[in-house]
C-alpha cells in the first residue's frame, strides 16, 4: 500500500458507538486499500466488534482511550477535564501528524471546541463553519455553517463565503461557483439584520460569484452551488431537509409496494429509481468538514450509520489529496486586515 490516508476515528462517539462506527471502518478498509483507519477509544469494546469481521489487520489499529464524551456534555468542561477521551486522543493524533483527518459522530459541541482548541484554527480564521454537501436537482450544493456558529457577524459570513467557494472549486471541481445567502425573499431589504448586514459586504466581493438572496424552497433546485447562512438557520436547513428527503422515500416505497399493479411498475422502474432516490440520501456524501483549522475535522450525524460512518472516512482520501488547510490559507490571504 502506498500514499495511505491514516483517519483517526472516534470509536465512541455518536448514537450507534461502537457497533456502527467499527463496521463503517471496516467497511472502508474492505473497500479501499489505501486508508489506514486508527479506532480509538476503549479496547474491550472495539476488540469485540472487531472480533465479528474478517479484514486486512494492516489497514486497522486500535489506539486506546480510556474515556468518553457524552453526547450531552457540556462540551467546554468535556474537552478540558476528559483528557484521555476518544474525541481528544484522535484530535491529538491529527494535531500531532499521526493522522491525516478525525472523523467523529460524536457531541458536536465538543467536536468545535477540540477542533479549535486542539487541533487549532489557521490564523486569519474568525470562526470554523461545519460545511456539509447536501444533494440537489443539478448535483450537490455545499451549506456553511450548518451547526458550528450561531449569531455569526457578518464579516464571518463574508469567510464562510470565501471558503465555501474555494471548497466548490477545489474539492468538487465547480467552477467560479455560485453563492447564495439565505433569505425570507429575493429583495435585497428584505431579511432580519444579520443578512441585511452582510448582503452588500457580499456584494462587494469580487473575488467570489454572489448571486444575491436564496430562498429555503430554491435550495433542492440547486439554484446556487454554496448556501451561507449562520448556524442556527443551517441546522435546521440540514435537519429538516433530511428529515423531508427520509419520510419522502418511505413513502414512495409504501405506494410502491401498496397493490400488485404498482409492484409491477416499481419492478420495471427499479433501476432507475434507485438511483434518483439514491442522489438524495444524505449518507452518501459522508460527513460535513470542520473548515479552517490546522488539521482535518469531519463530523458525521449522531446517529450515523455504518454506511455513513463509511464514507465520511473514503471522504478524507480527497480532502488530503487537495490539501484544504494550505487551500484554505490561501483563499484568505488577501482578507482585508480590518477583518481580521
Known amino acids: 500500500m502506498s500514499d495511505i490516508t491514516r483517519v483517526a476515528l472516534d470509536a465512541m462517539g455518536g448514537d450507534n458507538a461502537p457497533s456502527m462506527i467499527v463496521q463503517g471502518a471496516i467497511d472502508a478498509v474492505n473497500e479501499r486499500d489505501d486508508i489506514k483507519v486508527f479506532l480509538v477509544g476503549k479496547l474491550d469494546a472495539i476488540n469485540n466488534e472487531l472480533s465479528k469481521y474478517t479484514f486486512n489487520k494492516e489497514q486497522i489499529e486500535v489506539v486506546e482511550a480510556t474515556e468518553e464524551i457524552e453526547m450531552a456534555e457540556p462540551p467546554v468542561n468535556a474537552i478540558k ?5 476518544s474525541m481528544v486522543v484522535g484530535m491529538k493524533l491529527v494535531k500531532d501528524k499521526k493522522a491525516d483527518a478525525f472523523v467523529t459522530a460524536g457531541n458536536s459541541g465538543a467536536v468545535l471546541v477540540g477542533g479549535q482548541t486542539v487541533v487549532g484554527r489557521i490564523k486569519g480564521i474568525k470562526r470554523a463553519p461545519f460545511a456539509p454537501l447536501i444533494p440537489t436537482r443539478t448535483g450537490v450544493s455545499l451549506l456553511l455553517d450548518c451547526g458550528a456558529n450561531v449569531d455569526a457577524r457578518p464579516d464571518q459570513l463574508v469567510q464562510f463565503a470565501r471558503l465555501g467557494a474555494m471548497y466548490m472549486e477545489q474539492v468538487v471541481g465547480i467552477k467560479n461557483p455560485k453563492v447564495g445567502i439565505v433569505n425570507i425573499g429575493a429583495e435585497e431589504e428584505k431579511g432580519n439584520a444579520l443578512v441585511k448586514e452582510t448582503f452588500p459586504l457580499l ?6 460569484n454572489f448571486i444575491g438572496s436564496v430562498e429555503s424552497r ?7 452551488d454554496v448556501i451561507v447562512c449562520e448556524a442556527f438557520v443551517g441546522n435546521v436547513i440540514l435537519k429538516l431537509y ?18 400488485t399493479k404498482s409492484k409491477i411498475g416499481a419492478l420495471l422502474a427499479k433501476p432507475a429509481l434507485k438511483k434518483t432516490l439514491k442522489s438524495f440520501d444524505a449518507s452518501t456524501y459522508g ?11 469531519v463530523k458525521t450525524h449522531g446517529n450515523a450509520s455504518n454506511i455513513e460512518v463509511k464514507n465520511s472516512i473514503i471522504q478524507c482520501i480527497a480532502f488530503k489529496e487537495q490539501d484544504i488547510a494550505n487551500k484554505v490559507r490561501e483563499s484568505i490571504a488577501n482578507d482585508s486586515p480590518k477583518n481580521d
Not at 460527513?287 to 475535522?297: D, F, I, K, R
Request: proline share 4%.
Open 287 to 297: 460527513g460535513a468538514p470542520l473548515l479552517g483549522l490546522e488539521g482535518l475535522v
Open 218 to 224: 430554491e435550495i433542492p433546485e440547486g439554484v446556487c
Open 203 to 208: 456584494k462587494e466581493c469580487t473575488d467570489i
Open 242 to 259: 433530511e428529515g423531508l428527503a427520509g419520510t419522502l422515500i418511505s413513502v414512495i416505497k409504501e405506494g410502491l409496494m401498496s397493490t
Open 81 to 85: 477535564k476528559k483528557k484521555d477521551s
